[in-house]
């Protein structure tokens, strides 16, 4: 049986937290209604399923036409290393097409993974950061 991998816009966010907790990915995984927000508003959500058990996403935030923001890449702690995130991202580029950048902000943890897999560090990005 191997990864099955899709197009979730209605994802339980039970399983979103789940994911986030397994992964280490740090996000508000005790705040369920916050979860579901981010599941809900979030316009593409590419998922990857072993034996139907959710156990990676990428989840983001598109036009379909310029921009794509990758907000989430998140894969179970036990299945890291598989190419599930590599996956995962190509799927996304898949889905938004040819005329859309995608970017993303790394942990820092994982700094070195987006290079290896084609990522371009990018110098000039700002950010304002959450109250909470």
Known sequence: MGVEYGIEPDVDPAEVAAVFRESGLRRPVDDPARIARMVR?????????????????????TDFSFCCYLSDLAVVREQQRNGIGKELIRRT?????????????????AHAYYPHI????????????RAR
Do not use: D, Y
């Open 93 to 109: 580029r898949e889905a938004i097409g040819e005329e859309s950048m995608l970017l993303l902000l790394s942990a820092p943890e």
């Open 41 to 61: 508003t979030a316009n593409l959500i590419v998922c990857a399923r072993l034996g139907g058990r959710l156990i990676g996403l990428a989840r983001s935030v």
């Open 118 to 129: 084609g990522f371009e560090k990018a110098e000039n990005a700002w950010i304002l950061h």
